[in-house]
């Protein structure tokens, strides 16, 4: 007997968690919204950081960089709401463009199949601006003596990017990619305000699962166990991202 009452239940709990279909299922979805989010986040970020860092005028570039910071400043729930109304299938703003345009409506948050993209393409806007701003900041702390060393040289501006830009950019990629890994898989609040993890379950995420059991179910031993078992695997993804991933550049 545990203090208090309690029975030590061993590994009983995480028998019981993993051996359950919607564990499982919510485990899948998640992995997939990381697999549709993170890589488009990451990629997208740089890309538009790479561009906005052109711009030669200090005051444009700093608005310029607002304006995709702006989302992260809203609340995930207000977001959520939001794009719950845009992507509506009755009345949202997406389908009405799209009918207006002879394109035929989606299903987007209510269809099994469209449900997951649509969530992964609002945390892609949730999550860009603060990718943009962290890749902005790397590549304005790159002294511009290598690249005019490299043009004196003859080299291209892709050779530029990919000999000198890339590999001082690589330890801000690493780290923005397990930043966004981190917040893709405690995604929740946009999910719940959206679509409580439907149509069937199909949205289901696992901090919603672990929501569920500690506050639905009030099975607390197994919420433990979703909850420690994410934050292992996030830290033994992030530890290997960082060891494989991560190159030191020395010029």
Known sequence: MMPGGGEYAGIANYKAVFNDRLFRLSVENTFLITLYSVPVTVG?????????????????????????FLPLSVSLVAAGLIWEWLLNPVYGIVNSALAAVGLPKRGWLTTMSEVLPSIAMINIWQRLGFDILIFLSALQGISPMYKEAAEIDGASSLSVFRHITLPFLNPTIVMVGIIELIFAFKLFDQVYVTTRGGPANASKVVIMY???????????????????????????????????????VKY
Do not use: C, E, H, P
Not at 58 to 63: L, S
Not at 222 to 244: D, E, N, P, R
């Open 210 to 248: 672990l929501y569920d059991k500690a506050f639905t179910w009030f099975d607390v031993g197994q919420a433990s166990t979703v909850g420690i078992s994410v934050f292992l695997f996030v830290l033994i993804v992030s530890i290997l991202q960082w060891k494989f991933f991560r190159r030191i």
């Open 44 to 68: 997208l970020g740089l890309l538009i950081a790479l561009m906005v860092n052109r711009i030669v005028n200090r005051t444009t570039r700093g608005v310029v960089s607002l304006l995709y």
